[in-house]
């Protein structure tokens, strides 16, 4: 949860709730990687900037998809 900040919540350690689960990381994604995005379908990694974005071929067009990667898939 959120607060109106941005920032997430600290929890205490006295609290009776469980903490929150951790993010998962990033994944990532190399140059030639073959991917499939929910809105562009398939195409293929052609650069990546170190883990903000990387830049997708998908034949018709290229995008940069910035992190998180929600939609990308590695295949």
């Known amino acids: 949860m959120k607060s109106t900040s ?3 919540r600290r929890h ?4 009776p709730f469980k903490p929150p689960p951790p993010t998962p990381p990033a994944e990532r994604f190399s140059v030639n ?9 398939l195409g ?14 998908f034949g018709s067009r290229q995008e940069r998809i910035t992190t998180p990667f929600n939609k990308l898939y590695k295949l």
């Not at 990687?33 to 929910?38: G, P």
């Not at 293929?44 to 071929?57: L, T």
Request: no cysteine.
């Open 6 to 8: 941005g920032a997430p």
């Open 12 to 15: 205490l350690s006295t609290s």
């Open 33 to 41: 990687d073959r991917v499939t995005h929910d809105r562009y379908g």
């Open 44 to 57: 293929v990694v052609i650069a990546v900037e170190d883990e903000i974005a990387v830049f997708v071929d």
